[in-house]
């Protein structure tokens, strides 16, 4: 393994994809806010990932590693949202909440990837001070 490839940097890596897959579900589902019987899509989070990476562990054996593609997040359908009479059942103050929060999860793993390199650039510079 090298420096660079840590547990800690896959799983930050797992959550920039995640977040940016998410981002895309929101804003197409805002964007068909006024779209007759257009169905509410969201992204199944992959709850745990970050702290198992941080406590270096790996899955256990037979399930999918952070690198398979079937470990990839997918869209799906969002069932018991009030529908409106068009069969649409987006909510824009729904969206906007997990708009939000997404952008919250986003920024702060963009943090913990500046402190991961800042770390790596100060053990590279011997601890002195990074300009």
């Known amino acids: 393994m090298s420096m660079i490839e840590t547990p800690l940097m896959?799983?930050?890596?797992r959550v920039l994809d995640q977040s940016a897959l998410r981002h895309q579900v929101i804003a197409t589902n805002l964007a068909n806010v006024d779209t007759p019987g257009y169905r509410t899509r969201d992204v199944r989070p992959f709850a745990g990932e970050i702290e198992q990476a941080m406590a270096g562990g790996e899955p256990p054996?037979?399930?999918?590693?952070f690198a398979q593609p079937a470990f990839t997040?997918?869209?799906h359908e969002i069932r018991g949202l009030m529908?409106?009479?068009?069969?649409?059942?987006?909510?824009?103050d729904r969206e906007s909440l997990l708009l939000a929060q997404n952008q919250l999860r986003f920024t702060v793993a963009v943090q913990f990837l500046k402190a991961?390199?800042?770390r790596l650039t100060s053990a590279i510079t011997g601890?002195?001070?990074?300009s």
């Open 10 to 13: 896959r799983g930050l890596e």
């Open 116 to 118: 991961e390199f800042h």
């Open 61 to 65: 054996f037979g399930e999918p590693s």
């Open 73 to 75: 997040p997918v869209a």
């Open 127 to 130: 601890g002195g001070s990074t």
């Open 83 to 92: 529908e409106r009479p068009d069969g649409n059942n987006v909510s824009v």
